[in-house]
């Protein structure tokens, strides 16, 4: 917010500016947690250029409506990667070796009673990561540090990897005994965690969610939760964030966090920086630093 406020004249939709500011408004910094940007807020904003979105994902965007009114929209690829995949490892040690339960367990003097429970294991587990492109891939260099087998379901094989790859999230899930999500959310991965998937990653199954809460079927999870159809879950993400469902904050087999994927301070601080070179580019230069695929740059 300072850089913006150095370089640009700001106006902050949630302090509701007149129509008349909002009429010349030429750039938009936009971000993942806040609402969605689509048809309704580009006709209150007729002479916007661009949406700069803090994240790298931009599921929150319309793209499509964003493209067709020629607004080129920008993400923030790159620089969260490995922050990102730092967290699924620990959101995945955490879910197994059940840390969170471990610590309050000794915070609430529960210890001198008796030792705690001891817990499922990465050991022995092979590890299917959903989505392999740049986060995927920081994961699975983690763990190969973990000695586990790995494997990957995305559109495509990719010629350069050596993981196994499965045409399917079912046939990977069926292969796997802990599933990691890091696809893209938006409607062409909803849901694609579906009953189906979890029935197939079986009773002593994990799935660790560090894409979006859209990707996974909510209710299908509880459900299989509940039911003992997987052993445990690890969610960095949510449907309708900030909001958890009682059902998950009532459970002992999952660790809930409140979506810190990429929440460290030298990590958003890049990618505010990069949000920021964004816009500064466009507005100097007519080129964007890291647009995204779907919004081509419009001539002149
Ligand atoms: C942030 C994210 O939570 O980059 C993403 O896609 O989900 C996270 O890095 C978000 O971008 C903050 O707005």
Redesign the pocket.
């Known amino acids: 917010m300072a850089a913006l406020d150095q370089a640009f004249i700001v106006h902050r939709l949630w302090h509701d500016p007149p129509a008349e500011a909002l009429a010349r408004v030429r750039g938009m910094a936009a971000?993942?947690?806040a609402g969605p940007v689509g048809a309704a807020l580009f006709e209150r904003l007729p002479a916007l250029e661009i949406v700069a979105n803090?994240?790298?994902?931009y599921d929150n965007i319309d793209v499509a409506v964003a493209a067709a009114r020629g607004i080129v929209v920008t993400n923030?690829p790159g620089v969260?990667d490995e922050e990102v995949a730092d967290l699924a490892l620990g959101l995945l040690l955490s879910t197994l070796r059940r840390l969170p339960q471990a610590d309050a367990f000794v915070r609430a003097g529960r210890w001198p009673q008796g030792p705690f429970p001891l817990s499922p294991s990465l050991r022995g587990r092979t590890v299917g990561i959903l989505g392999l492109g740049a986060i995927g891939k920081a994961i699975a260099r983690r763990l190969e540090g973990f000695a586990v087998p790995i494997a990957y379901h995305g559109r495509h094989r990719q010629a350069d990897v050596l993981y196994p790859w499965y045409p399917t999230p079912k046939a990977l899930a069926e292969a796997c005994d802990v599933l990691i999500a890091i696809l893209p959310g938006g409607p062409a991965t909803r849901h694609i965690v579906d009953a189906a998937v979890l029935e197939a990653l079986g009773p002593q199954g994990v799935l660790i969610n560090v894409a979006r809460g859209s990707v996974v079927d909510q209710q299908a999870l509880v459900a299989a939760l509940q039911t003992g159809t997987i052993l445990a879950a690890g969610l960095d993400v949510f449907d309708n964030e900030p909001h958890v469902p009682d059902a998950l904050r009532a459970m002992d087999n999952v660790v809930l966090l409140p979506?810190l994927?990429?929440?460290s301070e030298v990590t958003r601080r890049a990618?505010g920086a990069l949000m920021v070179e964004n816009l500064q580019s466009w507005f100097a230069t007519g080129q964007p630093v890291t647009p995204v695929p779907e919004t081509p740059l419009r001539a002149g």
């Open positions: 971000s993942t947690l803090f994240g790298v994902g923030t969260l979506h994927g990429s929440a990618m």
